[in-house]
C-alpha cells in the first residue's frame, strides 16, 4: 500500500535540520503504519514506542527533561541502541504522555540530530485540555483516509492511475467507464487503510463488517475520552451529520439535532468531534476576497464527516444502490458526491469554504496563491453551473471549476474536470 504522505517524509527526513515531525489525524487512518514503513524503507533501525497504557513510560517521562537519561529509558524499552545517524524515533499514541510531548521542545534545543516522528489520535483534544506543547520546536502533517488516487494504486490499477495523471484525456476518455465503476466501488468502501485492504484481498465481503466496527470504535471513544457531560450531545451531532449532508442548503443547521437545540449548548460536543480528526467544518465566506481566512463567518459552516465510505455505512445505504448504473450520484441528494469531493481535495492539503449570496451557493472555494478557486460539484451528467456562472460574471476569477460526470473540458470561462480526476485539481490549475 502507498501513500501519498510518504513523499512528505521523504522530504522532512531530507531537510538537514529537521524538526520533530507530529502526524495529525483521526484514530484508523494509517499514521501507525505510515511511521513504521518509513522507518523500515529509510532508516537501518526504529525505536517504536506506543505510549498508550504504557505505566513505564509515564514514568520515565514524568521526571526532568534530561535528554541522555530518558534516550537510555528509551534504549532499554525498545531493547536497542539509539543513535542520530541511523534511528527513527516513533512516539505512537503520545497524546497519552503528555511530558512526552513537552520532550520534544528539549529533543529539539538539546539534540536536534534525533529523527523523531510523533502521532496521536486524540491530540487534539488532548491540547485542548491544557497538554504543554513545544509551539515553535516541531513540524505538522495531516494524515487523512486514502483519497482516490490512492485508492486506485491499492486496488492494482496503476496504470489507470498513470493515465490520470498523464493528462491525456481522450484516452482517458476513452477508460471512462472503467474510473467511473472503481469510483463507485470508493464511494462504498471509501479510504480507511483496514478496509481498503480487505477489499483488496476479499472484494465487499467483509467491508460492511469492518465498517461497522470502526463506527462503534469512534462511538466507545466518545464514552471513553469525553467529558461525561458532553457525550449525549457528541453522540446526537454524530448521528446527525448523514441528514444535515442531505439537504440542498447544507448549511448545519442546530434544530435539526435536536429541536430547540442551540449552538452554545453544542459548542464543545463540536470542538471535540473536530478535534479528533471526525469531523472538519468547511466555513462560509462573507466576500470571496484574499485572504479567504478574514472573511469567515463563523456562525455559518457545512460539516463534513472523515470518510465517504463510512458516510454510507453511516447512513444505511446498500451496495446495490451504489453500484447500479449511475443511481448513486443523485442518490442521497448528492451528499455523498460532495462529501467525496471535499475529502479529495483535503487530502491535497487545500483549506476550503463555501460561498452562500442571495439564494445562490457555491459549493467549495480554495485559495491558491493570489487566486480565489470557485468549485461548483454536480452528483450527474449536467452542463449547467448556474451558480458558478453568477460567480463568475459578478467576481471574473481566473478559474471557475466544475466536477460532475461529465468528461474533462476547457471552455473561455468554465473547466469541467471529471469528479474521478478532481484530487488532480492542483497540478490541473498549473496547465
Known amino acids: 500500500m502507498q501513500r501519498e504522505a510518504m513523499t512528505r517524509l521523504i522530504e522532512w527526513k531530507n531537510e538537514p535540520d529537521h ?10 487512518v494509517g499514521k501507525t503504519w505510515l511511521m513504521q514503513e518509513f522507518g523500515r524503507r529509510y532508516f537501518d533501525k526504529v525505536a517504536y514506542i506506543n505510549f498508550e497504557n504504557n505505566a513505564r513510560m509515564k514514568t520515565l517521562f514524568a521526571g526532568d ?43 529539539r534545543e538539546n ?31 495531516d494524515l487523512h483516509p486514502m483519497n482516490y488516487l490512492e485508492f486506485l494504486a491499492a486496488t492494482g490499477n496503476d496504470r489507470l492511475l498513470d493515465l490520470l495523471k498523464s493528462r491525456n484525456w481522450d484516452l482517458i476518455h476513452t477508460f ?16 480507511m487503510p483496514e478496509v481498503v485492504a480487505s477489499f483488496v484481498s476479499n472484494g465487499l465481503k ?11 470504535a469512534y462511538e466507545q471513544d466518545f464514552s471513553k475520552h469525553a467529558p461525561n457531560n458532553i457525550v449525549p450531545r457528541i453522540r446526537q451531532l454524530w448521528n446527525s451529520i448523514p441528514a444535515q449532508l442531505s439537504k440542498d442548503n447544507k448549511k448545519f443547521i ?28 468547511v466555513k462560509r465566506v462573507t466576500k470571496p476576497h484574499i485572504p479567504l481566512s478574514a472573511y ?45 469531493v471535499q475529502q479529495q481535495l483535503v487530502s491535497r492539503q487545500f483549506k476550503l469554504y463555501y460561498w452562500y449570496s442571495a439564494s445562490t451557493e457555491l459549493d467549495f472555494l480554495l485559495q491558491k496563491s493570489a487566486d480565489i478557486v470557485p468549485i461548483e460539484v454536480k452528483a450527474e ?43 488532480l485539481l492542483d497540478d490541473l490549475l498549473e496547465t
Not at 539534540?111 to 504543554?132: K, N
Not at 471512462?176 to 479510504?191: A, F, N, S, T
Not at 467483509?206 to 462503534?216: F, G, K
Not at 458516510?311 to 451504489?322: D, H, K, P, V
Open 19 to 28: 524538526l520533530p515531525l507530529i502526524i495529525r489525524g483521526a484514530r484508523q
Open 65 to 107: 527533561f534530561d535528554i541522555p537519561r530518558i534516550l537510555l529509558g528509551l534504549e532499554v524499552e525498545t531493547d536497542m541502541q539509539i543513535s542520530p545517524r541511523d534511528t527513527l524515533l516513533i512516539f505512537d499514541e503520545i497524546q497519552e504522555v503528555p511530558q512526552a510531548l513537552t520532550s520534544l521542545k528539549y529533543f
Open 111 to 141: 539534540a536536534p540530530e534525533y529523527s523523531i516522528l510523533a502521532a496521536g489520535s486524540l491530540l487534539g483534544v488532548a491540547l485542548h485540555a491544557g497538554s504543554s506543547f513545544p509551539v515553535g520546536k516541531v513540524d505538522f502533517m
Open 176 to 191: 471512462r467507464d472503467k474510473y467511473m465503476d472503481l469510483l463507485r466501488h470508493y464511494y462504498i468502501v471509501g479510504g
Open 206 to 216: 467483509n467491508v460492511e463488517q469492518i465498517q461497522a466496527r470502526l463506527l462503534a
Open 254 to 281: 442546530y434544530r435539526q439535532v435536536q429541536e430547540g437545540a442551540r449552538a452554545r449548548e453544542y459548542d464543545l460536543a463540536m470542538q471535540w468531534l473536530s478535534d479528533c480528526g471526525l469531523i472538519q467544518q
Open 296 to 340: 469567515e463567518d463563523p456562525k455559518a459552516f457545512k460539516i463534513f464527516t472523515l470518510d465517504v465510505g463510512l458516510l454510507a455505512a453511516q447512513s444505511g445505504l446498500s451496495f446495490n444502490t451504489i453500484l447500479e448504473g449511475d443511481k448513486i450520484f443523485t442518490e442521497f441528494k448528492g451528499a455523498l458526491t460532495e462529501q467525496y
Open 381 to 423: 451528467e449536467n452542463l449547467k453551473a448556474k451558480s458558478l456562472r453568477s460567480f463568475y460574471e459578478r467576481y471574473r476569477p481566473k478559474y471557475a471549476i466544475r466536477t460532475s460526470m461529465s468528461n474533462f473540458r476547457r471552455d473561455s470561462w468554465l473547466t469541467n474536470i471529471p469528479l474521478y480526476s478532481i484530487a
